[in-house]
């Protein structure tokens, strides 16, 4: 079972720390454990119910009020949210859900029922990737189990590959992008959103994937016209060398704009950015970004 900390339910609920503590003092509808040293933490469950609630409370039930609520009556609550905003954030927030329950028919069902009642193209922008927003917290402090993550990971994955075989632009815009991710780092999901992102506005795409080296991926630039190099760090291995990755970019890209996006550009130097390497974070401002070009 997970265990979340009071930071990852603000992060992935949006409700501030001192907000949810001033609920449970309040309120009987979360029941935190406590360690030894008297830290608060959560399972799956409460962290199920927190999301549930941050959602009433944001489309407009005051939390005195969903404080009587029992689950049944919440859960019919939310099924009543008919604004678009708020159906697309229940979609997300049930994925989120299913993935830490390893719930993974209910994930895929989530999923297939927004791309059939939305279509392929809203569901990538709507849900999976603020999921995958969502998501990136947990890996960042490492409160989320590898299997869910593979897991869900895998059915996204599929989905995303979809996304790319059928995305067509009749407007085809003379770009070519490299897409790699570095030694170390595996987490592709966001690296392939960019991928179909980039393909549906007609811009031409080399995808190495993940795991490859600085050096590997430049070699492609001696055989290819290339205009943009794009690179997301997610979560890399404990060998990874920021600075050198940083020295490794300037030297082989040289001259060539680098884009550099993901949570874990925060520990990079920025005394070792050249004004080449154009950092975007959150993953938001990335995609704003990309569909300037």
Request: hydrophobic share 45%; proline share 4%; net charge neutral.
């Amino acid at each position: 079972m997970n265990f979340f900390t009071i930071k990852d339910l603000e992060n992935l609920s949006g409700i501030k720390a001192h907000t949810i503590r001033m609920w449970e003092q309040r309120y009987d509808f979360l029941k935190p454990q406590r360690t030894e040293s008297n830290i608060r933490y959560y399972d799956a469950h409460e962290l199920k119910k927190m999301l549930n609630i941050a959602l009433l409370n944001k489309f407009g039930y005051r939390v005195s009020h969903i404080a009587k609520m029992s689950e049944a009556e919440r859960k019919e609550k939310l099924l009543n949210l008919t604004m678009p905003r708020a159906c697309e954030e229940r979609f997300v927030t049930e994925l989120v859900s299913a993935m830490t329950e390893i719930d993974l028919p209910r994930f895929e069902e989530v999923l297939d029922n927004y791309i059939l009642s939305k279509g392929l193209h809203r569901a990538v922008q709507q849900v999976i990737f603020p999921f995958l927003e969502k998501i990136s917290m947990l890996w960042v402090t490492g409160h989320v189990d590898p299997v869910q993550e593979h897991l869900a990971s895998g059915i996204i994955r599929e989905k995303l590959i979809v996304a790319i075989e059928s995305a067509y632009s009749r407007l085809e815009k003379n770009l070519t992008f490299l897409l790699f991710l570095p030694e170390g780092e595996f987490h592709e999901l966001g690296l392939l959103y960019v991928y179909y992102l980039l393909k549906s506005k007609g811009i031409r795409v080399f995808y190495l994937g993940a795991n490859i080296a600085v050096e590997e991926a430049a070699s492609l630039l001696s055989r290819k016209k290339i205009d943009y190099v794009f690179v997301h760090l997610t979560s890399v291995t404990n060998n990874f060398n920021p600075d050198r990755f940083l020295e490794d970019l300037t030297h082989y890209f040289d001259g060539l704009p680098v884009i550099l996006s993901g949570a874990m550009i925060r520990q990079l130097n920025p005394d070792h950015l050249s004004p080449k390497l154009i950092c975007k974070q959150p993953f938001s401002e990335a995609i704003a970004y990309l569909n300037t070009l």
